[in-house]
């Protein structure tokens, strides 16, 4: 835990705080620190990367950097529901269409393998299931809707044990109390163990493929 806080530490005061600050800015409603954090996993954690709610790319782009600054390659495979949506800051009339043309913007066009679809369902998880096998991701971003536990069924496999976490939405309002419901539980089971709290009320944490109390 201390080692992750330090090293967020050294990516605030490095280059790359201020390319994430502009995708921040255009495309993500998630805290620097966020961001920052899956940079990191993205392009230091073993295994591919599986996102669940990218909305308009902020989580995907980092993501992406790290993974284009990473030694080995790396797949990247998203899921987005699509639809439109009314923010403060950053609106979409058309979900699907303002992330392609924001993974453009930022060259990552050809690094995501992007899935328009639910995540839960069939013609989505056998999308995933071309592309990702048994046990190969590394990193799981999960900022979707308040029920991770479903999503974690449906993925679980292809998880890594040890595999890093990014759930957001452990704090806040409305979807946050059922989230954090679920975290906590699957925390008490032993299948998720706990790294820390960052940003806004981001869980990050790491998957353990069998109970480990
Ligand atoms: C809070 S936004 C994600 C924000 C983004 N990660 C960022 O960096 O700003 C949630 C997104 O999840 C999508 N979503 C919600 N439930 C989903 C599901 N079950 N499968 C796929 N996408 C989902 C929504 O359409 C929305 O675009």
Redesign the pocket.
């Known amino acids: 835990m201390l080692e992750l806080m330090y090293k967020l530490m050294e990516h605030r005061s490095h280059e790359i705080r201020h390319r994430l600050e502009r995708v921040g800015r255009a495309a993500?409603?998630?805290h620097m620190d966020v961001l920052l954090l899956i940079y990191h996993f993205a392009r230091f954690g073993p295994g591919n990367i599986l996102e669940?709610?990218?909305?308009i790319g902020?989580?995907t782009i980092a993501a992406a950097f790290g993974v284009r600054d990473a030694d080995a390659p790396k797949k990247i495979v998203s899921?987005?529901?699509?639809?439109h949506?009314k923010h403060f800051r950053l609106s979409s009339r058309n979900?699907i269409k303002d992330l392609k043309k924001n993974l453009a913007r930022f060259g990552m066009t050809e690094n995501v393998t992007l899935i328009n679809g639910?995540?839960?369902e069939e013609t989505t998880k056998s999308a995933v299931g071309q592309v990702l096998r048994a046990g190969e991701v590394g990193l799981f971003i999960f900022?979707?809707?308040n029920n991770v536990r479903r999503d974690l069924e449906c993925y679980g496999d292809l998880l890594s044990d040890r595999c890093w976490l990014v759930i957001d939405d452990y704090f806040g309002p409305a979807k946050a109390a059922p989230l954090r419901a679920q975290v906590d539980e699957l925390v008490s089971a032993g299948r998720l163990v706990p790294f820390g709290y960052y940003g806004w009320g981001t869980w990050i944490g790491q998957w353990h493929r069998n109970e480990s109390r």
């Open positions: 993500s409603m998630l669940i709610g990218p909305y902020g989580s899921i987005e529901a699509g639809g949506l979900i639910r995540s839960f900022d979707a809707d």
